[in-house]
């Protein structure tokens, strides 16, 4: 299972659609300050569904559509799109790739999508409990994020344990049952 490509459209900075290809292996972002190397990070913590405009870099969710420059109009949605390889069919569907969408619209209005279908944050949550991929996982390690994980609850630090040993979905099925 890896990251096969990551698709932007009026995401941050990246007014054109553009489309990152990544290969199995080790991938760099390099290139000047403010030319957007962190925003590639922040579109796939957005597609999987990160609610915090803060944890974004931003003040408010709309910040992350793309405002405009002198040149050019702003946008009115932002798109971004991740294809992860299933070969391994590590993910539980009978797909061998695996796309997460999701667009917002300046109006607020904001749609995820799992292979073109649409469907819940929720659906995509589960589908990823126990990759170490969702947004609380362990796959994408930002800035600072060391030190909180170090210097955090034992508990909290117990949430990364309980997902690099593929028991979070059973955890959450357990408090799901409780509760009804
Ligand atoms: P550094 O090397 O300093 O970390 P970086 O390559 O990580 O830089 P980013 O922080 O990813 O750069 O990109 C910042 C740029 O993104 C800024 O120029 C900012 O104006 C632009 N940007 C952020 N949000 C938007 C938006 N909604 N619309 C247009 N441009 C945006
Ligand atoms: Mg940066």
């Known amino acids: 299972m890896y990251l096969k490509s990551l698709e932007v459209h ?9 489309l990152f290809e990544f290969h199995n292996g080790i991938t760099a972002i390099v290139g000047p300050n403010g030319s957007g190397k962190s925003n590639v990070a922040d579109a796939v913590r957005w597609v999987l569904g990160e609610q915090s405009a803060k944890q974004l870099r931003g003040a408010k969710m709309e910040d992350i559509i793309f405002a405009g420059t002198e040149l050019r109009k702003p946008l009115g949605y932002a798109y971004v799109a991740i294809t992860i390889s299933n070969e391994d069919h590590k993910l539980n569907v009978p797909y061998e790739e695996v796309t997460i969408a999701r667009r917002v619209y300046r109006s607020g209005e904001s749609e995820y999508l799992l292979n073109g279908a649409s ?3 929720r659906d995509i949550q ?10 609380e996982g362990y796959s994408i390690i930002g800035q600072g994020q060391i ?7 034992p508990e909290e630090r117990r949430e990364l344990f309980d997902e690099a040993a593929g028991i979070v979905k059973f955890k959450k099925r357990k408090a799901a049952a409780e509760k009804n």
């Open 10 to 18: 009026g995401f941050k900075s990246f007014a054109n659609k553009l």
């Open 119 to 121: 469907c819940r944050l």
């Open 126 to 135: 589960e589908l990823l409990f126990d990759t170490g991929i969702g947004k």
């Open 147 to 153: 030190d909180k994980i170090l210097s955090g609850k």
